[in-house]
């Protein structure tokens, strides 16, 4: 009894890794219908531990310069707020 719930548990491992992720029912249905492939079960496992949000790279200058924190354009070291959009560098 216990190896038939460590198979099951093992056999959706990516849905169990993916069920917070916003498309949990996409990884749910292909581990489900192509787990029992190894190529399957791996898309579905490779799919849960993707990362969800895109990485966003924030540069910093060497020579000092200041930028605005909503928009990521330069800012004059002297103001207080981008003359692109407003907010408060």
């Known amino acids: 009894m216990f190896s038939f719930i460590f198979m099951m548990l093992l056999y959706f491992l990516p849905s169990i890794i993916g069920r917070d992720r916003r498309d949990a029912v996409g990884i749910f249905l ?6 029992w492939t190894l190529i399957g079960w791996v898309a579905a496992l490779i799919w849960a531990c993707a990362s969800d949000h895109p990485a966003h790279l924030q540069y910093a200058s060497a020579s000092g310069a200041r930028f605005c924190s909503h928009c990521g354009t330069p800012a004059v070291p002297v103001t207080q707020y981008c003359s692109s959009c407003g907010a408060r560098v």
């Open 30 to 35: 292909l581990n489900f219908f192509l787990g």
